[in-house]
């Protein structure tokens, strides 16, 4: 497994702009797929992006498609979630998890992931 940090969460107005980063530890990080969830209150967590191991292939939920980009430096074991045109109903706990499944894709399904940050709140106001 590994250690994930999420970081840059935090109040934004609708239309503005936030970007998450999540800090991985404790293995190889260039080996896991990485990707973004999101929880709100009272609703199941989604998939919101997941990128590949190599290559930069991305994957994203519609919701947030052409508005939010994922993207990671294996260099300094770091993803981010960079998220333009907020919305409220964007409002919820982010959180980053790794996927060490043999894949070249990437994993858009909770369950394929082994590890996972605490979240980082992200709240829209109208």
């Known amino acids: 497994q590994v250690q994930l940090v999420e970081s840059g969460g935090g109040l934004v107005q609708a239309g503005g702009s936030l970007r998450l980063s999540c800090a991985a530890s404790?293995?190889?990080?260039?080996?896991?797929?990485m990707g973004w969830f999101r929880q709100a209150p009272g609703k199941e967590r989604e998939f919101v992006a997941a990128?590949?191991?190599?290559?930069?292939?991305?994957n994203y939920a519609d919701s947030v498609k052409d508005r939010f980009t994922i993207s990671r430096d294996n260099a300094k074991n770091t993803v981010y979630l960079q998220m333009n045109s907020l919305k409220p109903e964007d409002t919820a706990v982010y959180s980053c998890?790794?996927?060490?499944?043999?894949?070249?894709?990437?994993?858009?399904?909770?369950?394929?992931?082994?590890?996972w940050g605490q979240g980082t709140q992200v709240t829209v106001s109208s």
């Open positions: 990128i590949s191991r190599s290559f930069g292939r991305t």
């Open positions: 998890a790794a996927s060490s499944l043999y894949t070249t894709q990437p994993v858009p399904l909770g369950s394929q992931y082994d590890s």
């Open positions: 404790g293995r190889t990080f260039s080996l896991f797929v």
